[in-house]
């Protein structure tokens, strides 16, 4: 990278994120000034919006090509007082906690005391939402059951298509006139809300244009002040550029660029969606500007790499915003999850990759950034050398990009009803979610802990950690008889928690959809400005909610040994069973370890445990799949965990598979921590037996040692690995290079990390059953990347 | 029913012939090379494996088990006397913990051929199959015989990792089966040959020169250990044997480790090679280049 890269790079990474009083106080001025009751909730919020981009700061830092920041500098992070109102308390835990902090200066925590708390409370949409809930709602929640997504963000969960590289706001607003011009004032009861919408989606056009002019003219001015011809020139050119876009298409590579910098801070600061708004498939939205830029002279591969790594580094500039109560405490990432796709298929279903997704690759790989987050998608047709690549990026345990099958992701998309041109166009995003950029609200709705269920169903509806009553009496299981039996109670509890969420959601839905529109995401989704109606409302092409099932590891390997001990092998009667969870394995670490060691596991190609995990899937699938929503869509499932497998675990105790009480639940459709003992083929071989093509996601995670990757053979192995888990309709990996840390890590905690095998020509091992001296050498082998 | 004794399948292995393959391990070994990573490969028959770092803090379950007496307590950890071990399985059925390990299993080929087949996608995908390793396989001829031609018939990639110390009919027999051998050669000089292996070498030597005549599927492994063959004179006569062959698919050279010095402790057995530290990378390059002067087409493996 340039010195120029390098010097805003180093800016966005040393800079500490710190949380900014701005948007909060501008927002609540604005809505102190602006309670005429017969503003409609749309135009409220279109012109809060407005007042945004009218009032805050402009910052042009010194040497960046892409301007333009959600705070008034780089990594100020704003707050959203009308989803959720951070308290005085929340604020000195964001200050403090070791991990992520946000620093709060005195001046933002008497902003918070004296303006921003007294004017919030009790209008929040976080309040709204916990006041209709119902009591088994609450309880489930606090049992630790499922969480929700929409208690502190607002629902986003869309990526952006191509359409903003081939049309301007002002076309939008034509569209805006066009779709206006259709509504039936003689018959359509919903005549007035559509116009109402309409309107506010003018309102924020408009809003993000003069946001772009006032970039113009703060550039201007800074030009005129500078005294450094090339970086006058440079500026001149932002003016000039902020002048044309976004309010008409753009021209060339860095235009585009900008453009869509303009509308990805449009979305998160007209609200904190979950998951961060992104491009999508960013090399082939670039690519004719691209081509186009090297074929007339004004780009060169250098110069669109530069704009590149400007633009990546203005991801990273935006941290999450932080969230408050347990969560606060809890969370420990500053990543929004915007996910940038490369490669895949284009439209008409031939190879996607360029010359300019190999750039992009490149970079990554310089960049090595938290934010933004980048993914490769791999199809059939994707040729052998762009996996390698990416997986040479992967090898120095940088973590990205992930891999996902596009295959599976569009055969996903089609079982879901959606045509087959607008599933060659998606992709993923957020952690591993598929869907249709540009056209879709895919809406998280929540994480479902599957263990807990069980947990509930082994104590007849009562959770043992409360002592509380929170699920229904399916029976003493020491009468079940059968396995089935236990499956038919476990099934049971299953649909009845999912009940009380499915509810639940659909109350916080129309809360959104009544009380918070989003004009702004309306304006970029199709097909919001013809059918007039707010993304929140059901405006979208697509509208999939979700309900992300976890722990389907420790779930599996749960039945698994419940099965194989009290009803096959009749080793062990249900009632002593339940009275070591109860005792937590206290005094039973005999029969804790004949669970860990001497029962079938998921994760080992074995159809004992593996048949388990496909009843297990289908009773959640049943439970969920199909279900309508209140948007005109269905809910769908998908199997993923961010980091909620550990806070799941901190709410489940002991468990039949061995797991003691208040450790981490497995991770996304990965085996048990440990419990895969036959290598990666094997891992692979189990989890393809979940059905991934049935969901909208599956996140499985790798750890391999750095020697099976030392050499060009050995990356070819692994492509070949990951061509297979694809051909057998794996939705995606995500590979880990074991460090020196983690190695020294499993040295402490050999139990957990059983599965970590060092492997040379016709040996292998496992590294916990080493002595400590040939551990010591593979840890320093490990440290000098040498094998 | 022919049926055989394999120590290990090892799923994923990609050091043991091209692209992902399963390597079965047969037991059962003419040779005793002091190097040897799978020590528990040698003997024909059974043998119980410790690994003591897996006890259980005070539990003494196996001993409580042991029909023979042959479990006996040193300090905190087990110890068995393999003189009285008849192998009978009692005590790894109630360890809870993994500890102890009966190796060695009674299989059919058609059962090894169940667990070969569970990763044909991945053979298919990347040009993979089934390894045959030991042990020395050709120790067990009709049992290999048997799985070379079934894994045939289900359209698989052979290959035979041999320490070429066999009758050579046996070779000959086994060759419509066989896509590449892996021919193991350490020392040309058969007295050497004899200190560090147990055996002299001129049935390998003659076995190999045979063999070249009939396939040219052939890689010839060579483990470099140092200070036992990495001097000037056996890489010599290595170069002048190699080159007098004619045409074979080259030479791979495999550093020595270390690795496997656990599994003799976990046998209750001494390992010999203490003093030997693993070649560095520099002398492996060193090595391969005198090789390719020598027009010698090699790689470095391991």
């Known amino acids: ?787 | 029913m022919t049926k055989g004794y394999v120590f290990d399948i090892k799923r994923y292995a990609l050091h043991d012939g091209p692209g992902i393959r399963t390597t079965v391990f047969l037991k059962g070994c003419p040779l005793r090379c002091l190097w040897c990573h799978n020590p528990e490969g040698q003997n024909p028959g059974q043998e119980i494996m410790l690994r003591p770092g897996r006890c259980l803090e005070g539990c003494s379950r196996c001993l409580e088990v042991c029909p023979l007496t042959a479990i006996s307590k040193i300090g905190s950890w087990p110890k068995i006397d393999s003189s009285k071990c008849d192998c009978c399985g009692l005590c790894t059925q109630v360890c809870p913990s993994e500890a102890l390990e009966i190796i060695g299993r009674e299989m059919t080929p058609e059962e090894v051929m169940v667990e070969v087949m569970k990763d044909f996608a991945f053979y298919q995908q990347s040009g993979g199959g089934v390894t045959f390793s030991g042990g020395e396989p050709l120790q067990q001829p009709k049992f290999l015989e048997k799985l070379l031609r079934l894994a045939k018939k289900n359209h698989l990639h052979t290959v035979v990792d041999t320490s070429g110390y066999a009758q050579f009919d046996l070779f000959v027999r086994l060759l419509p089966f066989v896509d590449l051998f892996l021919y193991d050669l350490k020392l040309i000089d058969p007295e050497r040959h004899l200190k560090y292996t147990g055996k002299r070498n001129e049935l390998i030597l003659e076995n190999l020169q045979k063999l070249v005549k009939l396939t040219d599927k052939i890689i010839i492994r060579i483990p470099i250990i140092p200070s036992v063959n990495d001097d000037k004179e056996n890489l010599n006569l290595m170069i002048k044997f190699i080159s007098s062959l004619g045409q074979v698919g080259g030479v791979e050279l495999l550093p020595y480790h270390t690795l496997g010095k656990d599994k003799y402790g976990r046998l209750g057995r001494n390992y010999q090679l203490l003093d030997i530290k693993k070649p560095s990378s520099e002398e492996m390059n060193r090595i391969a280049a005198y090789f390719k002067e020598n027009n010698l087409s090699v790689l470095i493996g391991g």
């Open chain 1, 1 to 787: 990278m340039n010195d120029r890269i390098a010097f805003l790079r180093e800016q966005s990474v040393k800079t500490k994120p710190y949380l900014t009083p701005e948007r909060a106080l501008l927002l609540t001025e604005f809505y102190q000034q602006n309670n005429n009751p017969t503003l409609s909730p749309a135009v409220r919020r279109a012109m809060a919006f407005r007042y945004l981009l009218e009032k805050k700061a402009i910052w042009i830092g010194e040497g960046e090509l892409i301007v333009g920041e959600r705070g008034p500098a780089p990594k100020a992070t704003p707050t959203y007082p009308e989803v959720t109102c951070h308290s005085l308390e929340d604020l000195e835990i964001l200050n403090s906690r070791p991990k992520t902090p946000f620093l709060v200066d005195e001046e933002t925590k008497r902003l918070y005391r004296d303006i921003i708390i007294p004017f919030w409370k009790g209008k929040t949409i976080r309040e709204k939402i916990f006041s209709e809930m119902s009591q088994e709602w609450k309880e489930a929640y606090e049992a630790g059951i499922f969480t929700e997504f929409m208690e502190q963000r607002a629902p986003g969960h869309t990526v952006l298509d191509d359409k903003i590289y081939f049309k301007g706001f002002k076309d939008f607003k034509k569209q805006i006139e066009a779709s206006k011009r259709r509504i039936d004032d003689f018959r359509d009861p919903e005549a007035l809300k559509k116009r109402e919408e309409l309107k506010a989606m003018e309102i924020v056009a408009d809003a993000l244009i003069m946001y772009a002019h006032r970039h113009a003219a703060k550039a201007r001015e800074l030009a005129e002040k500078e005294a450094n011809p090339q970086r006058k020139a440079e500026l001149l050119r932002i003016a000039e550029i902020c002048s044309h876009v976004p309010e008409n298409p753009p021209r060339d590579f860095w235009e585009a660029l900008q453009y869509y910098w303009f509308v990805h801070l449009g979305v998160i600061i007209e609200l904190n969606t979950w998951d961060s708004f992104n491009p999508g498939r960013l090399d082939q939205h670039l690519y004719p500007f691209y081509k186009q830029g090297l074929e007339d002279g004004t780009l060169t591969e250098e110069k669109a790499k530069e704009l590149l790594q400007a633009f990546w580094i203005k991801f990273n500039n935006q941290p999450a915003p932080p969230k408050v109560g347990v969560t606060a405490e809890e969370s420990a990432t500053y990543a929004d999850f915007c996910l940038i796709n490369l490669g895949g298929v284009k439209k008409d279903g031939s190879d996607a990759v360029n010359e300019l997704s190999y750039l992009i690759l490149d970079v990554i790989d310089e960049m090595r950034l938290i934010q933004p987050s980048s993914m490769v998608q791999i199809s059939k047709k994707t040729p052998d050398e762009f996996l390698l690549r990416a997986l040479r990026i992967l090898k120095t345990g940088y973590g990205q990009p992930s891999i996902f099958n596009t295959d599976a992701i569009i055969q996903e998309m089609l079982r879901q009803g959606k045509s087959l041109e607008d599933a060659r166009c998606g992709g993923a995003s957020g952690c591993v979610e598929a869907g249709i950029f540009g056209k879709e609200a895919y809406i998280l709705t929540g994480y479902f802990n599957l263990p807990k269920v069980l947990e509930i169903t082994l104590n007849n509806g009562v959770d043992p950690l409360t002592g509380k009553k929170i699920g229904l009496e399916t029976g003493d299981p020491r009468n079940f008889t059968s396995f089935e039996e236990l499956m038919t109670a476990f099934e049971k509890q299953v649909q009845h928690f999912v009940d009380i969420k499915i509810r639940g959601n659909n109350i916080i839905e129309r809360i959104y959809a009544e009380y918070l529109p989003a004009p702004f995401l309306s304006l970029l989704i199709d097909d919001c400005i013809a059918k007039a109606k707010d993304y929140h409302d059901g405006g979208a092409r697509y509208n999939t909610s979700y309900i992300q099932g976890v722990g389907i590891g420790t779930i599996t390997d749960c039945l698994t040994a419940l099965k194989f001990h009290v009803f096959d092998k009749k080793s062990l009667s249900m009632e002593k069973f339940l009275e070591m969870l109860a005792h937590n394995f206290e005094g039973y670490e005999e029969w804790r370890q004949r669970l860990i060691n001497k029962t079938p596991k998921y994760g080992n190609d074995d159809d004992y445990a593996d048949n388990i995990l496909r009843q297990v899937f289908e009773i959640y699938y049943q439970a969920i799949n199909g279900r309508p929503n209140l948007k005109g869509g269905t809910y769908r499932i998908n199997l993923l965990p961010t980091t909620v497998h550990v806070y799941f675990g901190k709410k489940t105790g002991a468990t039949p598979d061995g797991r003691k009480a208040h450790e981490p639940l497995s991770e996304g459709v990965s085996p048990v921590q440990g419990a895969d003992r036959r290598g990666p083929t094997a891992v692979i071989k189990s989890v393809a037996k979940i059905d991934h093509l049935r969901t909208g996601g599956t996140l499985l995670n790798q750890k391999f040692t750095p020697q099976l990757l030392a050499t060009e053979e050995g990356l070819k192995n692994l492509a070949h690995l990951i061509r297979t888990y694809f051909r057998l309709d794996g939705h995606h990996i995500q590979l880990n290079v074991v460090t020196a840390e983690t190695l020294r890590e499993a040295q402490r905690n050999p139990e957990k990390y059983r599965d970590l095998i060092v492997r040379v020509a016709g040996f292998s091992d496992y590294f916990v059953d080493l002595s400590q001296e040939l551990q010591d050498e593979i840890i320093r082998r490990t440290e000098h990347q040498s094998f």
